[in-house]
């Protein structure tokens, strides 16, 4: 998995085409941090998992604070500070055939982080009603 930062001009030039995305929370050397859970402890340091249509335009939001993950990143910023020091988001992309085939791939990553630490990564928002087939 490659992480990638986020930077204005990487992210005009990022493809406009279906994928699922992942946030990670990293060290200033741009190693992802530890991000304890209910169950163990999350080593990738996944703040967010999700999919979109169009890759650029989601992380492009993303990046501009027009997308609730980094809205409520912005809220929990400075208790992210004391706790892990100087640190910075970058994403990850899995790109995907269709739409379906996005889906189907965000809901396994989210049921495989929910089965791992008993809840699902601290900026997502879904709730538990997608876990059993209700979103």
């Not at 941090?33 to 993303?62: E, H, K, P």
Request: with cysteine; hydrophobic share 35%.
């Amino acid at each position: 998995m490659k992480l990638h930062e986020f930077d204005h001009e990487a992210l005009q030039k990022l493809a406009r085409r279906p994928c699922v995305y992942t946030i990670h929370v990293v060290d200033s050397s741009g190693v992802t941090i530890d991000v304890n859970r209910l169950r163990g402890t999350d080593t990738s340091g996944i703040m967010y998992i999700g999919r979109s249509s169009n890759a650029a335009g989601r992380l492009q939001g993303f990046w501009k604070r027009q997308h609730k993950a980094s809205n409520d990143y912005d809220r929990i910023r400075i208790r992210l500070k004391k706790q892990y020091g100087l640190h910075s988001l970058m994403y990850s992309v899995k790109w995907c055939s269709s739409e379906d085939v996005a889906r189907q791939i965000e809901d396994k990553r989210l049921w495989n982080y929910c089965y791992a630490h008993l809840e699902l990564p601290p900026l997502n928002c879904k709730g538990w009603s997608w876990l059993f087939g209700q979103s």
